[in-house]
């Protein structure tokens, strides 16, 4: 068969910074766990444009919540044409039902059995309207493809564990992935990484401290490679582990993802991300930065706790705590997580418009300020970071003098202040 696995994008416009963007893990490995004697193309609406005139024997269509509306546009126009649109993804995963209206069928959760199973059904002409197969052991997780899907060199991206533990109120990762920790063995994670053109890999987990010897395991051996890796990581591992950064850095890896979320102890506890101590961040800041890795602090907005003084207080913080970059965002209820059913159940939610349930959007009742005020905060503190002075100070002078490394974050940090820069935070208008 002839398989087509898309990636949709709301606005599909293709500019020199979407290159900057994180690469996309999920179609590849899609692929990786399709069996061989299938032909599978993939496009991702940021980079490339669909091919509707072209003949395939099934579409599969990978969702988050943002993007799931131009996911039933393109799953109508093809389903038009007589040929069956399977959906699968976090959207697809927490609303099932809703998804099967656009699609003849849904993967739920993980796919390493049931898009196997799905594909046979498809050759049969017996499709099944849901797929749920039981969560794939670490050593069922095979590697994803790299020979396709691959749209930039400047990053690749791979996946070594699965699972979060931590279980935050606005996060659907445990509910998808599952709450247990799955790290895949470390020779065969290695072997992917020997594939991966880019010198830049990505690591698409949802953290390499949850199982410190684990990833420690993974640091030793990823000695060989003369590659740069980024990673997502909890401030209490990197707080306390001195040993886990110093393998980190010698592997290789040069910046940390690192989910501050707060700098309101209230607010952090009312998320339930018990690993997070507001007390410690400025000591695991300087202990990642000490050992010549950078730290990019992930912030949200719109915590119950949250007041107009937040936002001064939060850009403070960060000068003081020395940051290399930050994520500015509106904590958002996305379907199926605690964090939505609560806020549902106090006639918090505003409006159900899935496109606009991205970071940049407000879909709740604040408690403690006005919309003007929390959209007005976040876009006045981020052109504070992101300023030409500050981005040019952080890139060329901050962190010592390497022409490379300076020009590649300089050009960094204009991406993201384009993005800020833009009509993205706004006051919304609807109804």
Known sequence: MKILLIMPHPNPKKSFFSRLQYPCLTLQQIAGITPPEHEVQIVDERYETIRFNEHYDLVGISCLTYNSPRGYEIAKIFREKGIPVVFGGYHASLLPDEVKKHADAVVIGEAEHSWPELIKDVQKGKIKPFYRGRSPSAEEIPPARHD???YTYFSEAIQATRGCPTGCEFCAMNIVEGKRFRGRPVNSVIDEMKIIRSKNIFFADASLTVNPPYSKQLFKAMKEFNKKFQCFGNINVLTRDDEFLQLARKAGVYKWYVGIESISQANINLSGK???????????????????????????????????EIFDKTLQAIYDWDVDEASFSIITPY???????????????????????????????????????????????AGDFYSIRNSFRRSFIGNGFNPINSI???ISALSIRSFYNREKFKIYKGS
């Not at 101590?277 to 602090?297: F, G, L, S, W």
């Not at 199926?336 to 606009?356: A, P």
């Open 148 to 150: 396709i899907g691959v």
């Open 274 to 308: 018990g690993t997070n101590k507001v007390e410690n961040y400025k000591k695991a800041i300087q202990k990642i930065k000490n050992n010549d890795m950078t730290v990019c602090a992930f912030l949200m907005f719109g915590f119950d706790f949250d007041t107009p």
């Open 408 to 410: 590649s974050n300089f």
């Open 335 to 381: 379907p199926g997580t605690r964090l939505f059913d609560r806020l549902k159940k106090e006639g918090r939610i505003t409006n159900y418009d899935w496109s606009r349930y991205a970071e940049g959007n407000l879909n709740l009742k604040l408690k403690n300020m006005t919309e003007e005020e929390l959209i007005g905060g976040i876009r006045r503190i």
